[in-house]
C-alpha cells in the first residue's frame, strides 16, 4: 500500500534559517503530491502540491520537487520566520482511480525561535 | 464564507453514548472524507464518499457510520463510543478524485 516517511521534529530554527523537512514516500502508478500545515489548534491548510514528476509546488516562500526517481518531495525555505512555526504534513493521493482519501506522514513539529 | 465547516467543535461525551458530528462543504465539491487525527497527530482517513460509492477505511469499527443526506453534507455518527475514541475528528472535501482536499476545522472528541 501506499506511505508516507517525513522526518520527525521537533525541528527547532533560529529566525532567517534555511528549512528543509525530508519525505520519501512508496506509491503504485503516479501520485500526486503535497504538503499541508496545521497551526496550534486549526485544521490543516494546504501549503503546496505537485502532480507529476519534475513539478515543482511553491507557497509563501516554501517550495517542494516532485522527484520520481529519489521518491522524494522535500520542502523547502529559504528564511523561515516565527509565524511558520507549525506542523507540516507530507502526503499524497493515489493514483489508482477511486475516492482515496490522502495518506499522510505522520508530521513534523517546527519551531521557529525569534 | 467557511468552505468546510464541522460542528460542534468541542464533544466532551460518557462513555456509551452516541453522537454525531456535522459536516458541510459549500464548494461545489462532489467527494467528501473524513478522518481521525490522533494524539501524536498523526492522521488516517476513515471514509471517502462520493454520490457513486462510499470507501470504508477497513480498520475502522463499524461503531462508526457516515451519513450524506446530499452531496453537501457528511456526518459521522459514532455508536457505544469507547475511551479511544478520543481524538480530533476532520471533514474533507474535494473536486474528483485524487485531487487536493479542504479540511474543516476539526472536531475534538473527548470520550470519559
Known amino acids: 500500500g501506499n506511505s508516507v516517511t517525513q522526518m520527525e521534529g521537533p525541528v527547532t530554527l533560529s529566525e532567517e534559517a534555511f528549512l528543509t523537512i525530508n519525505c520519501t514516500y512508496t506509491?503504485?502508478?503516479?501520485?500526486?503530491l503535497f504538503w499541508y500545515v496545521q497551526y496550534p489548534g486549526e485544521g490543516l491548510q494546504l501549503l503546496l502540491k505537485?502532480?507529476?514528476?519534475?513539478d515543482k509546488g511553491s507557497n509563501k516562500g516554501f517550495e517542494a520537487t516532485y522527484r520520481k526517481e529519489t521518491t522524494s518531495f522535500h520542502l523547502e525555505k529559504g528564511s523561515v520566520q516565527v509565524s511558520d512555526s507549525a506542523v507540516y504534513f507530507c502526503a499524497l493521493s493515489g493514483s489508482g482511480g477511486g475516492a482515496d482519501g490522502l495518506t499522510f506522514g505522520k508530521g513534523t513539529h517546527l519551531i521557529i525561535q525569534p | 464564507d467557511t468552505a468546510v465547516s464541522q460542528t460542534p467543535k468541542y464533544l466532551v461525551t460518557q462513555m456509551g453514548n452516541d453522537k454525531s458530528i456535522k459536516c458541510e462543504q459549500n464548494l461545489g465539491h462532489d467527494t467528501m472524507y473524513w478522518y481521525k487525527q490522533d494524539s501524536k497527530k498523526f492522521l488516517k482517513i476513515m471514509f471517502s464518499?462520493?454520490?457513486?460509492?462510499?470507501?470504508i477505511n477497513e480498520t475502522v469499527p463499524n461503531r462508526f457510520s457516515p451519513k450524506s443526506p446530499d452531496k453537501a453534507h457528511l456526518n459521522l455518527h459514532i455508536n457505544s463510543l469507547e475511551l479511544g475514541d478520543s481524538a480530533v475528528y476532520f471533514c474533507?472535501?474535494?473536486?474528483?478524485?485524487?485531487?487536493?482536499?479542504?479540511f474543516g476545522p476539526g472536531t475534538r472528541l473527548t470520550v470519559t
Open positions: 506509491a503504485t502508478g503516479y501520485p500526486s
Open positions: 464518499y462520493n454520490n457513486k460509492e462510499l470507501i
Open positions: 505537485a502532480t507529476k514528476a519534475d
Open positions: 474533507a472535501s474535494s473536486r474528483g478524485q485524487g485531487g487536493e482536499q479542504y
